[in-house]
């Protein structure tokens, strides 16, 4: 049984950065495409970035600069670094393996 566990979010000053992880268990995400995506209140689940399982990343143009993906296959854990935060990156942020497997999501409020 896959499952995939959010940790790292919180409140955070805008210009402020955090480190979210992503622990997988049952499957390999060196193997996967994994991705983060966000939902703010009353909007729908956006991507925010992907890799692939060779290594290929993809970034929303919200946060191309700012935000970097990256995979420890030895500890089984995908992270997002997230620099200059910015008001509207608050959500709920969640991890994906291939689009099948979904995390319980971890909250980032960016807010002074």
């Known amino acids: 049984q896959v499952q995939l566990v959010e940790s790292g979010g919180g409140l955070v000053q805008p210009g402020g950065s955090l480190r979210l992880s992503c622990a997988a268990s049952g499957s390999s995400v060196s193997t996967a495409l994994m991705g983060w995506y966000r939902q703010a209140p009353g909007k729908q689940r956006d991507m925010v970035t992907t890799?692939?399982?060779?290594?290929?990343?993809n970034y929303a143009d919200s946060v191309k600069g700012r935000f970097t993906i990256s995979r420890d296959n030895a500890k089984n854990t995908v992270y997002l670094q997230m620099n200059n935060l910015k008001p509207d990156d608050t959500a709920n942020y969640y991890c994906?393996?291939?689009?099948?497997?979904w995390g319980q999501g971890t909250q980032v409020t960016v807010s002074s």
């Open positions: 994906t393996m291939n689009y099948r497997y």
């Open positions: 890799i692939t399982r060779g290594g290929t990343t």
